[in-house]
């Protein structure tokens, strides 16, 4: 087999990989746009709050210590213990669930009936707060991250492909192990609002606002529900995207990958989600492949954008979108 | 009326509470503490600041003025940096620290037309080392491409003098900064005789799976990076991940701190980058940062980065701002100094062993002068390499010397090119 196909195949290897990275930040946008037709704009910022409340926990930080210590002239930093990730998490995932809470207590609940464009705006004032309050609560610091993913070239796939083509290909375990999480959670999901009475409600939620209220769903309990969930996937895109280069703020920038993903999926579909994460990673890489020696490389963070402006000519509402028809 | 009275007084009481701004020595600096490089620019400004605040404490000041020191916010944002550079401008500013090179391309021309010497250490534009075109800006001890230079004499030390046949890869930030590097290795790599292959990596660069597929297929024997904020954790990572050697492995001083290596962990055992200054907390002078700074809580930020690489950074671009400050008043015969006299003593900056010593940081940087003509300094730098299990930097060689020929001629042709498209007539201010 020739070298340019096998680099070829392993470039797409790993391109369906990192799909699955940048679908995981999408998922959290997807669900709170279908639920609410708000495009959550913080949905990065959580990610990065979630990443550092978790590494917070672990390490035994004492949160708003620097707050602390400015206004009491104190000293303190940690609390001298160190928390297991399986607490830590779960202690984490409450930390989101209230985080929900107070954002439909003193956001949402305001603007009920609002137009789309104000509730975005409202989330672009909810990015800048959490992002400060982030700083505040755990500093500004670069974190290591473990909870325990593998990471490094996976030696099985290497081995494999190398007795089948002689030469063996690299996959990163910590982005195989993504995949299988993300696949958990979109199944998860599939099932909730599928087989689960709330999940029900959010569908009906999702399709008729109106409708769902005249039968006695509580849409003030589906918004924290919605974005419960948004802030438990926001966890799990940080602890992968966190696990890879460390907890710091540029960790929000994630958000900016999931934007491509969301044109070419469609706003409204979870299947959309992971299809777009997967057609942008495969996309740019094999991009990056192939040009790379023609126009020098970088061209990642634009191609996927053009990639998707691409889709937008034809499919507007994304490959999964639902198309909207209105009477004129 | 009341109100008109009211505000008066207010003012009047400003006016007449402590030192007038005449009487001070103000030193701005653009800071970054917000943003998503943040953790770097914390750790730099804790440093300059903490400096400051020694010199305060334990000295009186500068030559008996008092300093005063101010920070404005860039979030290592080009324009946010230019508004800062505005706001500070009228407010006497002795030596500006734009603290990226992006801001420091746009202030090169309104410092020129202002009178307003900048310090752009370790980073900025290279040519800025002629003096007789770029009169305010100053980039001692060192440069990129004194930096770029230092590593391939460094690789040319390990391989008995002789690169010929050898491939080396720049993993560099798509950037002005990243891109700066890219002609002098292409010169050297001439005279040397090794292949240049050139990867760029988009900001903030948190993805880098094509770049490094891209590295284990090409198999460079060295890879050399000019990297900033998430970019370098995650090609050191990256790195560990393919299994490429460690040693063979080496970032420029921006891609060489705490930050940098220690999410990766064990993986980073081993990597290399430049160090344009010592690093750590055993040099003399932290005995005094303890007992004037630290002890009493007069320490910056959080007072968590004392010691760390960045930190040591804007520690040591505060000592050399406090030492031209001193220049200056020598020089003038004036302790209350405008920034044009500062320039004159950045201009006539002479950093001997001697001075290092008597300041409490021996062999910390270099032995350097400025002049005229080299704006630069030394250009020396040296290698330091991570322990992991140790978490900490270990110098691994002594003070490397750039081809400072070549880099001069370079710096040449460039700042002329700069000086003919500006109508700039090439003379020195002293």
Same mark, same amino acid.
């Given at each position: ?24 930040? &999408? ?19 959580? &990610? ?42 779960? &202690? ?5 669930? @209230? @985080? ?25 004032? *909810?990015?800048?707060? @959490? %992002? ?8 500004? %610091? ?31 375990? @910590? ?37 769902? *209220? ?69 996309? %740019? ?18 191609? &996927? ?24 | ?28 600096? $653009? ?28 000295? !009186? ?15 290592? +944002?080009?324009?946010? !940096? ?16 734009? $603290? ?38 100053? +980039? ?17 030390? #390990? ?37 240049? $292959? ?33 970019? +370098? ?53 932290? #005995? ?21 690489? $960045? ?48 300041? !409490? ?27 992991? +299990? ?10 490397? #010397? ?29």
């Amino acid at each position: 087999m020739p070298d340019t196909l096998l680099f070829a195949m392993e470039a797409t290897l790993n391109g369906l990989t990192a799909g699955v990275m940048y679908a995981l930040v &999408a998922l959290g946008f997807v669900l709170i746009f279908k639920a609410s037709g708000i495009f959550n704009f913080a949905q990065g910022v959580m &990610a990065l709050f979630a990443a550092l409340t978790l590494v917070g926990f672990q390490s035994g930080q004492i949160p708003f210590a620097h707050l602390i210590n400015a206004v009491f002239g104190t000293r303190l930093h940690q609390f001298g213990w160190n928390m297991p990730t399986f607490l830590a998490i779960p &202690a984490t995932v409450l930390v989101m669930i @209230l @985080l929900a809470v107070l954002v439909e207590r003193y956001i949402l609940k305001h603007l009920v009936n609002q137009e789309p464009i104000i509730l975005f705006m409202a989330t672009i004032g *909810l990015a800048y707060f @959490l %992002e400060g309050v982030g700083d505040i609560m755990w500093g500004a %610091e670069v974190k290591a991250l473990d909870v325990g993913l593998p990471k490094g070239m996976s030696g099985a796939v290497d081995d494999i492909t190398f007795a089948w083509f002689g030469y063996g290909f690299y996959i990163d375990r @910590l982005e195989l192990w993504a995949a299988g999480i993300a696949g958990i959670l979109v199944a998860s999901l599939t099932i909730f609002s599928q087989y689960t009475k709330q999940g029900r409600a959010l569908r009906a939620v999702a399709d008729d606002h109106q409708a769902a *209220l005249s039968v006695g769903i509580s849409l003030r309990f589906i918004w924290v529900l919605t974005w419960s969930i948004a802030g438990i996937v926001a966890l799990v895109a940080g602890i992968m995207w966190g696990s890879k280069s460390g907890v710091q703020f540029s960790l929000s920038l994630i958000a900016l990958k999931a934007l491509p993903v969301l044109i070419l999926g469609g706003f409204t579909s979870i299947p959309g989600a992971i299809v777009g994460g997967l057609i942008i990673g495969v996309g %740019e890489k094999l991009f990056d492949f192939f040009m790379q020696p023609v126009i020098g490389g970088a061209t990642e963070n634009w191609f &996927a954008y053009m990639l998707a402006l691409a889709f937008l000519l034809f499919r507007p509402q994304g490959l999964f979108g639902e198309k909207i028809i209105e009477r004129v | 009326m009341k109100m008109t009275h009211l505000a008066a007084g207010i003012a009047a009481t400003l006016i007449a509470a402590g030192p007038t701004l005449a009487d001070t020595l103000h030193f701005p600096n $653009l800071s970054y503490r917000t943003g998503p490089f943040a953790a770097g620019g914390i750790a730099f400004a804790d440093g300059y600041a903490d400096y400051f605040t020694l010199i305060n404490e334990r000295d !009186g000041g500068i030559g008996g003025v008092p300093i005063r020191y101010s920070e404005c916010e860039t979030a290592y +944002n080009t324009e946010r !940096g230019v508004e800062c550079y505005q706001s500070v401008r009228n407010d006497n500013p002795l030596v500006l620290q734009p $603290l990226s090179t992006g801001i420091t391309y746009q202030l090169i021309p309104r410092t020129m037309e202002d009178g307003i010497p900048m310090h752009t250490m370790g980073y900025g534009r290279t040519s800025a080392v002629n003096g007789e075109v770029f009169n305010w800006t100053f +980039n001692y001890p060192a440069n990129y491409w004194d930096g770029a230079s230092v590593i391939i004499n460094y690789l040319l030390d #390990e391989n008995d003098g002789s690169l010929d046949g050898k491939k080396i890869a720049l993993v560099y930030h798509n950037s002005a900064y990243g891109r700066e590097p890219i002609p002098t290795l292409t010169r050297l790599s001439e005279r040397y005789g090794y292949e240049l $292959l050139t990867i760029g990596v988009d900001s903030p660069g948190q993805e880098q799976g094509s770049q490094w597929l891209q590295i284990r297929r090409e198999r460079p024997d060295y890879v050399v990076m000019w990297g900033w904020g998430v970019m +370098n954790p995650t090609a050191i990572q990256e790195a560990a991940n393919i299994r490429f050697p460690m040693e063979n492995f080496i970032g420029v001083w921006w891609s060489g701190s705490q930050q940098d290596v220690l999410p990766v962990g064990a993986g980073a055992h081993g990597y290399k980058a430049l160090a344009m200054h010592g690093t750590g907390t055993d040099y003399p002078i932290y #005995e005094d940062l303890q007992r004037y700074v630290i002890e009493p809580g007069k320490y910056a930020g959080t007072g968590d980065e004392v010691g760390t690489v $960045l930190y040591s950074r804007g520690m040591y671009a505060a000592m050399l701002a406090v030492e031209a400050a001193k220049k200056a008043q020598e020089i003038h015969g004036v302790a209350a100094i405008t920034p044009a006299m500062m320039r004159d003593g950045m201009a006539n900056l002479e950093i001997t062993e001697e001075l290092m010593v008597e300041l !409490g940081l021996p062999n910390f940087g270099p032995a350097f002068s400025v002049a005229c003509e080299n704006h630069g300094g030394s250009g020396a730098a040296m290698i330091q390499q991570w322990d992991a +299990n140790a978490r900490e930097w270990n110098l691994i060689t002594d003070w490397i #010397e750039p081809d400072r020929e070549l880099i001069m001629e370079m710096a040449m042709e460039d700042s002329l090119a700069f000086a003919a498209e500006n109508a700039i007539t090439p003379a020195c201010l002293n």
